[in-house]
C-alpha cells in the first residue's frame, strides 16, 4: 500500500512575490491499495506526471509524506517499474536485449545477471511471449511497430519483478484501435502478476476499462477533487466500454474535469 498524505510540490523559481516555488500540486492526498490498479486524470499540466515522480521518488515533497507499507523511512521505498508514452527503446540493442536491460542497472539483480543468465533470458522470453512478441526477440526497435514497441517496453518494466508499475500514458502515442487491444495486454499482464499500478492518463475510457479507482486531479494547483470506484467485474471484455453505466461513469469523470478546469474567456 502507498500512501500520500497531504502532499505538496512545487518547482524553484524567481518570483516578484518573494515565493521561491511554484506550486503544481497542493495538499493531495490519496491511498493506494496493494495489488490494485489506479488511475490519475486531470487537465494537462496539472501535475500527474510529477504526482508519479514523486511517487517514484525522483522527486521529494515540501509538504506532507508519501508512506509505503505504512512507513516512510528511507528503505521503505518498493522496487518501482516505470513505462512511458514512447517506448525509448535502446536503438543498437534488440528486442530481447532491451527487455534484459533492467536487470543489468537494478541493484537486486544486476550481480546476479551472469549467473543466472539463462534463467533471466527465459524470463524475457516468456513476457515477450505473453504479448505475442516471442518470435521477435532477435528483432531491432525499428522493425517493429508503434504498438509493438509499446508492448516492448511493457516487458521491459515488468522484467525485474516490481512491486509497483508506473504507467506514464503509456498508450497515448498510438491509434485507437491499437490502444484498446493493448488495454486488453495491460489487464492480462496485471491479473496474472498482480504488482500495484499507478497510471497516468488523458483517456478517460482507458481509466475506466483498467482500473479499480480513479482519482481526479483538478485545479491549479491541482489537488484530489474526485475519487471514482469502478467495480465490474474482471477479466473486463472490450465490449464493456458501450455498456450504459460504462459511459455514464465517463460522463461523471468528464463533468468533474470540465468543472474543475479554468475557463478560457473571449
Request: proline share 6%; with cysteine.
Amino acid at each position: 500500500m502507498i500512501e500520500l498524505r497531504g502532499v505538496s510540490f512545487g518547482y524553484p523559481v524567481r518570483r516578484n512575490d518573494g515565493k521561491d516555488h511554484q506550486l503544481v500540486l497542493d495538499d493531495v492526498s490519496m491511498r493506494i491499495d496493494a495489488g490494485s490498479f489506479v488511475s490519475v486524470v486531470g487537465p494537462s499540466g496539472c501535475g500527474k506526471t510529477t504526482l508519479l515522480k514523486l511517487i517514484a521518488g525522483l522527486l521529494r515533497p515540501l509538504k506532507g509524506e508519501i508512506v509505503y507499507g505504512g512507513s516512510n523511512g528511507p528503505d521503505s521505498r518498493p522496487l518501482i517499474g516505470m513505462a512511458f508514452q514512447n517506448a525509448v527503446l535502446l536503438p543498437w540493442r534488440t528486442v530481447l536485449e532491451n527487455v534484459i536491460f533492467p536487470l543489468e542497472v537494478v541493484k537486486r539483480w544486476r550481480s546476479e545477471l551472469r549467473r543466472r543468465r539463462h534463467e533471466f533470458v527465459g524470463r524475457a522470453l516468456a513476457l515477450l511471449r505473453s504479448v505475442g512478441l516471442e518470435e521477435y526477440a532477435h528483432r531491432m526497435p525499428w522493425e517493429l511497430s508503434g504498438g509493438m514497441q509499446q508492448r516492448v517496453s511493457l516487458c521491459r518494466a515488468l522484467i525485474h519483478e516490481p512491486d509497483v508499475l508506473l504507467l506514464d500514458e503509456p498508450f497515448g502515442a498510438l491509434d485507437m484501435l491499437t490502444r484498446e487491444e493493448l488495454w486488453s495486454v495491460l489487464q492480462d499482464l496485471w491479473i496474472e502478476r498482480r504488482c500495484t499500478v499507478v497510471m497516468v492518463t488523458h483517456d478517460l475510457r482507458e481509466a475506466v476499462f483498467l482500473s479499480d479507482t480513479i482519482y481526479v486531479l483538478g485545479g491549479r494547483p491541482a489537488t484530489v477533487i474526485g475519487c471514482v470506484t469502478v467495480s465490474y467485474p474482471r477479466p473486463r471484455p472490450l465490449d464493456v466500454c458501450y455498456r450504459d453505466d460504462f459511459v455514464r461513469t465517463t460522463r461523471d469523470l468528464r463533468d468533474l474535469l470540465e468543472r474543475s478546469s479554468p475557463k478560457v474567456v473571449t
